[in-house]
């Protein structure tokens, strides 16, 4: 008898655990994974001097090319580029938003230019420009990984203005997000 009763239990506790129709607080949607590349470098692998920031050694601040597979039902795109080493604690590097949802790719050298995709907006980064900052890990902080995130929004437009943050970045994108993925690289020794 008492495990007649429990088995209804362990499904809802399956469901639950593994987030099955589950919603986050805001209510988003369910997320689509989105393919990330570059041909810069392999996914987790070493990026190229030349995308490095002119602190480092060969480094010409050439913002990384990266594209991503599309989302049905995207109304919009967002990008960051932040640094995860402990010491960065998640400085942004590069953070674009309001890609228009037909633009799947960002081309090499874009920031900056009239390369990037039309009425997309890049945020003011951790460096202080408003452009893509390439790597630059401190000497002697080891080796530093660098995310690129794209993000698929439900939303046309997402408000942000000023020097932005991790943080903000990520709370004016919350309960937008239908879709993400990333690539990782990094740079250091």
């Excluded at 995308?51 to 795109?77: D, E, H, T």
């Excluded at 640094?83 to 309001?98: E, G, L, M, Y």
């Excluded at 997402?158 to 993925?181: C, H, W």
Aim: net charge positive.
């Amino acid at each position: 008898m008492k495990l007649k009763m429990l088995a209804p239990l362990l499904i809802i506790f399956i469901l639950t655990a593994s987030g099955c129709g589950l919603q986050s607080k805001k209510g988003s949607l369910a997320m689509n994974n989105i393919t990330v590349t570059t041909p810069a470098f392999p996914y987790g692998g070493a990026i190229p001097n030349i995308y490095a920031n002119r602190g480092i050694s060969g480094g010409q601040n050439v913002s990384l090319p990266i594209s991503w597979s599309s989302v049905q039902g995207a109304k919009s795109y967002a990008v960051i580029m932040y640094d995860t080493n402990p010491v960065a604690r998640n400085f942004v590097h590069w953070a674009v938003i309001n890609i228009p949802p037909t633009v799947t790719e960002i081309s090499e050298g874009a920031s900056c230019t009239p390369n990037m995709p039309e009425g997309c907006k890049e945020l003011v980064n951790n460096f202080g420009a408003k452009s893509y900052g390439g790597p630059q890990p401190p000497a002697g902080t080891g080796r530093h990984v660098y995310v690129v995130k794209v993000f698929a929004l439900n939303a046309e437009m997402v408000n942000l203005r000023g020097e932005v943050s991790y943080n903000t970045f990520m709370s004016a994108i919350d309960g937008k997000v239908i879709g993400q993925g990333e690539i990782t690289g990094w740079l250091g020794k």
